[in-house]
């Protein structure tokens, strides 16, 4: 260990990784799409080199897997993936969020496939005993989006300060969530629209990086990375990728690839328990709420931020 | 030269002397304080620290033992604590502070103040700089973080000098306090709905009602203590303060020109209005004034 430290063979802790000011951070909770959209990206910016599972670490690397110093050794501008709360030093950021109903199932089964947990573990009760308290992935979904989407013009709704919500004016719109302030350029991706739209999702993370692509070129890289083609590199990589490597083979990391999965997989009184605690987050982020919970009360006494159900990013 | 540096830091990590940081290894029992640079950190720590065991004051000389920070006990220090621990830092958000946090916020006019007067004592940069000059590249800056100004200025760099310490220093990381506004953002964005494990405390209120706010603070990390122990804390850290009784709030009125109040209120005067650092005007929303009576009760 001590010698792979000295020659930096090594991987950094998390936030120990030096860092330039023109990386670009793919950040996301888990289980949210950040694969999916390194595979975009990478198909994007290598086109004669399809991306697969051996080679993303190399184009888009993982901050938890990368050696210390093979970071130094990537051209820039880099393009990192992360799923680290909010910090500072990350200048440039794509933040992908998603329902987190859907990620609640998600990560269910994720954590089956890695053995966490097993087959006659409960959905019902991952969801309200683990996920909602963040056992199992280190940090809560509301935690991690409430790091990264706070800015001083929507505190304090995203903070949670009672009142939250706006009783004048035109409430939050979609738009102004993002820790967008202080000099940090910042995209905010919602899963659901890159599934409807994935190549007006790219071509927005091609404004935001200055790429000068066309849409030919945006509809390869959809192409190349839809969710069949990456089930397909998983089956052939699975051995390989560090992520897949040894887990169960019967369990695929890529799974459904759709939105809304939760109104069929997860039990209503879940819904119910996601809802009450983080339906305030959800709705602004254009989540509508199956159960009507805690927020009736609150939305009588005080309107919530409007919102339209899809970004509303021009 | 780096590999030099990465050798004696791998010396000095079998040692068990390394600064600790922000990856410490943390417990599920570990309490947190937080406060950004210059907003009474040292004086809250002083006060838990008494709260906690009367018999036994807080000095300068145990109060690495008692409420250690991040950035100047070791690792091995960390691991030799007793449980449950009370920690300080700087930090931004950190998800790995899994129990319970008090977060002391105070005016940024103030913190500017206080840092600037921190600075000029410790004498870490030239006196030449002027306080216009410090709110403007440094402390409105956005782009710094541990192992730039806020660590110098600080004065744990001068503690810890030497070989080892900068080889984390200059190739890794110790922690990432920012700036002002993303330190107090990134803990009320994260944390602002779950009061079990976020209680935020005024400066101001503390000064002003500080039994008050003690009380909160012991419910709040569930010490129990009586109103005569909150007392009696409060009474022997103001007689033994390990450094000098904090500030009156408001110095900023006298000590920071036009220019920096200004350069500060545009770059977060909306956070300001929600802590009731800035007047609520006919121009404002209602919701300001709501929030500011709602969830800072001691003012």
Redesign the interface.
Known sequence: M?LG??L?RYK?????I?MR?DDIFLVSFFKSGNTWTRFLLGNLLNPGRPVTFESIERTSPDIYQFQYRDYGRLASPRIIKSHE?????Y?RVIYIVRDPRDVAVSLYHFLRKIGTIDDTFPLATYASEWFLR?KGS??TW???V????????N??E??????A?????DGLKLDELG?C????QFLLLRYEDLLSNPGASLARMSKFLNLDVSAEQISYAVEQSSASRMRGLEQKDRDQWFMTKHTRKDINFVREARAEQWRTALPRESVAKIESQ?G??MQLLGYGLAEHSVEDAVRSE?PLPKTTGHIGFS | MSMLLRIGYVLNYALGLDIAGRTVAKFPDDEFLVAYPGSGGPWLRGLIGNLMDPEHLVTSANILQRVPDLYHQSRHGFRRMARPRVIFSHECYDADCHGPVVYLVRDPRDVAVSIYQQRRGGATHADSQTIEHFVSTDFTRTDQYQGGWAEDFSGVIKQNHGFVYLSRLREEFLGTPACWGENVMSWLGARGEDPERLLTVRYEDLFAHPEDVLERISEFLGLRSSVEKIRAAVQVSRECATAEWPQRPGKWETDLPASAVDEIESAWGQLMLFFGYLPVGPGHDCEAQKCVENNFPGR
């Open positions: 001590f430290y000295v930096g950094p802790a998390e936030r120990a030096p000011a709360c909010f910090d500072p030093r200048r963040g280190g940090r509301r935690e991690h409430g790091s990264w989407l706070l800015n001083p013009r505190f304090p995203v903070a949670g300060l009672e009142p919500s706006r009783c004048t004016g820790a302030g202080h000099g940090r983080w305030r987050t005080c």
